[in-house]
């Protein structure tokens, strides 16, 4: 009965920003690692940012500086604010809830995902 309810998607020109959310049901976000990947077109699936339990994070090189993922433990809500995006930020974006696994950034070390929400720049 985990559910993963994503939100914020949507299509932006260059040099925009987007704040994805993920509110979790069935388990605390705080107990766990939280993660966002993003699959575009032609391409592997991505891991861009991931949060473990404790706080610390890790982000993708090419996301670094301009993605931030946060979690807010009260809302059991995840988030992704995307900045300075890029056309090539244009992807399907899922949030995970899971285990860290190496980096953080593993696909199969999440047992927990949202349906996806596409973003979608221009430029």
């Known amino acids: 009965q985990v559910q993963l309810m994503e939100s914020g998607g949507g299509s932006v020109q260059a040099g925009g920003s987007l704040r994805l959310s993920c509110a979790v049901s069935g388990l605390t976000v705080n107990y766990d690692s939280v993660a966002w990947f993003r699959q575009a077109p032609g391409k592997e699936r991505e891991g861009v940012a991931a949060?473990?339990?404790?706080?610390?994070?890790n982000h993708a090189d090419s996301v670094r500086g301009r993605f931030t993922i946060s979690r807010d433990n009260a809302k059991n809500t995840m988030y992704l604010q995307m900045n300075d995006l890029k056309p090539e930020d244009t992807a399907m974006y899922y949030c995970?809830?899971?285990?860290?696994?190496?980096?953080?950034?593993?696909?199969?070390?999440?047992?927990?995902w949202g349906q996806g929400t596409q973003v979608t720049v221009s430029s």
């Open positions: 995970a809830v899971g285990s860290w696994w190496y980096n953080g950034l593993v696909a199969r070390a999440y047992k927990n």
């Open positions: 949060m473990h339990s404790d706080g610390n994070t």
